[in-house]
């Protein structure tokens, strides 16, 4: 059972976690990364199946070939915002990734072969593999604000460039680049709604009761 | 930032969060579930686009419907464990829904189409909105769980029954059926696991440093 103080935290953490994207080049202590890598073990997943895998990159000539391969993507993205100039030109004003700031980046891989040919449950719905991974990147996520350090989720990539720069193998899909350390502000709100990219919608009419529409 | 005290709560119900497949009949606080939905619309989304919606299941009408599919697909599943006699045995032994139980059972959809065509991210990897999706539902298990409450996440049916018994549109994906309710027993290993199913992995196994494969 929680007391009404752990409650509170745990909500606190919740609420408090934001995407980030610029970091301080402070060293982050081992025992952080070992318990937000920990957090990430502890997640669900489906058929007890594990699918996750974690590639800790520190070294700087790999930072600067994922740092090379969001950019290539982002300047691709852009041209498809070509026939809105406004947007466009917001859009190259967001600071999408901080992977060559970040002490570390950690790229988080689904194994769908793992657990064999017939996972229970993954047998029914393919993609719980992938989904399970996210909810292990969301417990690492909580675990990082909780240390005090901050994350940001870059997915902005081709996925065979991250396999080639991490040799990963080609059956493995790269789910996500966690770039993680210090950082001097932390936001309170999400930066996309600060930029006015996208605002927060009501959570009343998100929900509905018992078909879908009925509120 | 975050005390001591407080880093162990969230600490506490990262480990602590089990999916649960009993449930009591006792009824839930409507506060309880509640803040377990504004847990869930707290969690980032790619280009901040918030793709999810929640369809609250409470009729016992509604509640045998999804049973039946769950089951259908249970029994469906059995099959591909034929040549396995032992296996297949054990399968039909394992409790994987409680629906009929749980006072409430919440569908958590994805909305592909949600923030229009360009979603910043979801442009380079579309299952980006699954995924931010299973970031929700983690927040429900750990706000679920902070509340004393348990959850099971249903992942044996086909989609089109899903829709069909919720009135949901074709284009959107019925990520998972969520069972909430007070339970007897919280478990304190994976279910999987005391039922001798799968083992946990060793986590030294699953991390890399700066390349697949390199320890």
């Known amino acids: 059972?929680?007391?009404?103080?752990?409650?509170?935290?745990?909500?606190?953490?919740?609420?408090?976690?934001?995407?980030?994207?610029?970091?301080?080049?402070?060293p982050i202590p081992e025992e952080a990364i070992h318990n937000i890598l920990k957090a990430a073990h502890q997640a669900p997943s489906v058929g007890f199946m594990q699918p996750w895998n974690f590639v800790i990159v520190s070294?700087?000539?790999?930072?600067?070939?994922?740092a090379w391969a969001a950019d290539k993507e982002r300047r691709a993205l852009a041209i498809h915002y070509e026939d809105e100039a406004e947007k466009e030109t917001k859009f190259l004003g967001l600071k999408i990734q901080g992977l060559k700031e970040a002490p570390i980046t950690i790229c988080v891989t689904c194994d769908p072969t793992r657990?064999?040919?017939?996972?229970?449950?993954?047998?029914?719905?393919?993609?719980?593999?992938?989904?399970?991974?996210?909810?292990?990147?969301?417990?690492?996520w909580l675990a990082a604000c909780a240390e005090g350090l901050a994350m940001g989720w870059v997915s902005f990539y081709k996925k065979n460039d991250v396999r080639d720069i991490l040799s990963i193998p080609p059956h493995i899909e790269p789910i996500a680049l966690l770039s993680i350390g210090y950082t001097e502000h932390y936001p309170t709100a999400p930066i996309l709604e600060t930029a006015?990219?996208?605002?927060?919608?009501?959570?009343?009419?998100?929900?509905?009761?018992?078909q879908w529409n009925n509120r």
Chains 1, 2 share one sequence.
């Open 1 to 26: 059972m929680f007391s009404k103080e752990e409650k509170d935290a745990i909500y606190k953490v919740i609420y408090n976690r934001r995407d980030v994207r610029s970091f301080l080049p402070t």
């Open 59 to 66: 070294s700087d000539e790999t930072k600067e070939k994922l």
């Open 115 to 140: 657990g064999g040919s017939h996972v229970l449950g993954r047998n029914s719905i393919p993609e719980t593999d992938m989904l399970s991974t996210a909810c292990a990147i969301q417990n690492m």
């Open 196 to 210: 006015n990219w996208e605002k927060r919608r009501r959570l009343d009419d998100l929900i509905f009761t018992d």
